[in-house]
Nanobody, 127 residues
Framework: QVQLVESGGGLVQAGGSLRLSCEAS????????MGWFRQAPGKEREFVVA????????YSAGSVKGRFTISRDNAKNTVYLQMNSLRPEDTALYYC????????????????????WGQGTQVTVSS
């Protein structure tokens, strides 16, 4: 069982930056590939960015490529999402998720690949 707790959300002006954190409980964090997803009001939840177990591989959605960066610290059981050049369309509830993975280098982009989800942290970007 893994419990995920996100933090770092808030209100920021367009062009600004935020760093989200997601801390996982348990001692097997390094067995999980991690991802960030988001859900804007009235829209379905969508993939944002993912990282492999080892941190050697990452993959970003086209809408955030070059602006958002995912990283992880397995010693701290934490995954981060650095968001730069934020836009009003980035406004959403951001979720982190964990996917048990046999491979240390595979990233997972589909929601149904993820076993555990956090409660989400709100990011609001004003224009």
């Amino acid at each position: 069982q893994v419990q995920l707790v996100e933090s770092g959300g808030g209100l920021v002006q367009a062009g600004g930056s935020l760093r989200l954190s997601c801390e996982a409980s348990g001692r097997s964090f390094s067995n999980y590939a991690m991802g960030w997803f988001r859900q804007a009001p009235g829209k379905e939840r969508e993939f944002v960015v993912a990282i492999s177990r080892s941190g050697s591989s990452t993959y970003s959605a086209g809408s955030v490529k070059g602006r958002f960066t995912i990283s992880r610290d397995n010693a701290k059981n934490t995954v981060y999402l650095q968001m730069n050049s934020l836009r009003p369309e980035d406004t959403a509830l951001y979720y982190c998720a964990a996917a048990l993975s046999l491979s240390v280098s595979t990233v997972k982009t589909l929601q149904n690949q993820y076993n555990y989800w956090g409660q989400g942290t709100q990011v609001t970007v004003s224009s």
